[in-house]
C-alpha cells in the first residue's frame, strides 16, 4: 500500500486507519477545506502563541480560535467537541470536556465566535486537570456548513441529540493543539537564587 501525505509547515492532524485485507488497495482522499487553531495571548486575538509548551498560571484565561486559513463569507465554522487530554494521541481515557456536542461542559467555557462566520473563538481558564497532569492538549471538532443554509449543523448550536447522521452533510475536521503546562512556581522562586550562588 503506497501512502502519501502532504502537509504544510504549521499544520497539524491526526488520522487512523484499519486494513482488513492484504490485498492491493488505492485510498485517495481530499478535503475542501483547511483550518488552523492556536491559542492567543489575549482576548484582542493580536498575538499568537508561538512557542511550546505554552506555560500558564493555574486559573488563567487562555484563548483559542480555530479558522479557515482562507477566509470565506460563504461558509460557517462550528465548534462541536472540544477536549482535554494529557496523550495528543487519546482523547477518550482521561478526557476533560470543554465543550460537547455543541453545548458547555466546562463552566469556565466562554463561546466568543461560533457558528457564524468562517471563525470560531473562545476562551477558558486553565483549570484543576492541569494539577494532576505533567502537560495538557487540546483537541477541537468544528464542523463546517454553507452559510446559506440556516437548518444546517452549525446554526443549530447545542444539540444532545447523536449528530453522526449529520456528518454526511457537512464537512467536519479535528485539530489539536498543545501542550500547556502550568508554571512551576517553586523554580520561578529557585532560580534567580540559583544565578546569584553561581
Same mark, same amino acid.
Given at each position: 500500500m503506497n501512502v502519501s501525505c502532504?502537509?504544510?509547515s504549521d499544520s497539524v492532524s491526526q488520522i487512523y486507519f484499519v486494513v482488513e485485507h492484504?490485498?492491493?488497495?488505492?485510498?485517495?482522499?481530499?478535503?475542501?477545506?483547511?483550518t488552523t487553531m492556536a491559542f492567543y495571548t489575549s482576548s484582542s486575538f493580536y498575538y499568537q502563541v508561538t512557542h511550546f509548551p505554552y506555560l500558564v498560571d493555574?486559573?488563567?484565561?487562555?484563548?483559542?480560535?480555530?479558522?479557515?486559513?482562507r477566509p470565506d463569507s460563504s461558509l460557517v465554522l462550528f465548534l462541536d #467537541?472540544?477536549?482535554?487530554?494529557?496523550?495528543p494521541f487519546d482523547?477518550?481515557?482521561?478526557?476533560?470536556?470543554?465543550?460537547?456536542d455543541g453545548c458547555t461542559s466546562d463552566e469556565t467555557y466562554q463561546?466568543?465566535?461560533?457558528?457564524?462566520?468562517?471563525?470560531?473563538?473562545?476562551?477558558?481558564?486553565?483549570?484543576?486537570?492541569?494539577?494532576? #497532569?505533567?502537560?495538557?492538549?487540546?483537541?477541537?471538532?468544528?464542523?463546517?456548513?454553507?452559510a446559506s443554509?440556516?437548518?444546517?449543523?452549525?446554526?443549530?448550536?447545542c444539540s444532545r441529540r447523536v449528530a453522526r447522521e449529520l456528518e454526511s452533510e457537512h464537512e467536519s475536521q479535528t485539530l489539536v493543539v498543545g501542550p500547556i503546562k502550568l508554571k512551576d512556581p517553586e523554580k520561578e522562586k529557585e532560580g534567580p537564587e540559583k544565578q546569584n550562588e553561581a
Open positions: 502532504l502537509m504544510e492484504g490485498g492491493n488497495s488505492s485510498i485517495i482522499g481530499s478535503g475542501r477545506f483547511n493555574l486559573n488563567q484565561d487562555l484563548y483559542v480560535q480555530v479558522n479557515l486559513r #467537541t472540544c477536549v482535554a487530554s494529557p496523550s482523547f477518550e481515557s482521561r478526557p476533560y470536556y470543554l465543550v460537547r463561546p466568543i465566535i461560533s457558528g457564524s462566520q468562517y471563525r470560531a473563538r473562545f476562551s477558558f481558564r486553565a483549570f484543576q486537570f492541569l494539577r494532576g #497532569t505533567d502537560s495538557v492538549y487540546l483537541q477541537c471538532k468544528v464542523v463546517i456548513c454553507p443554509d440556516f437548518n444546517s449543523r452549525c446554526r443549530r448550536g
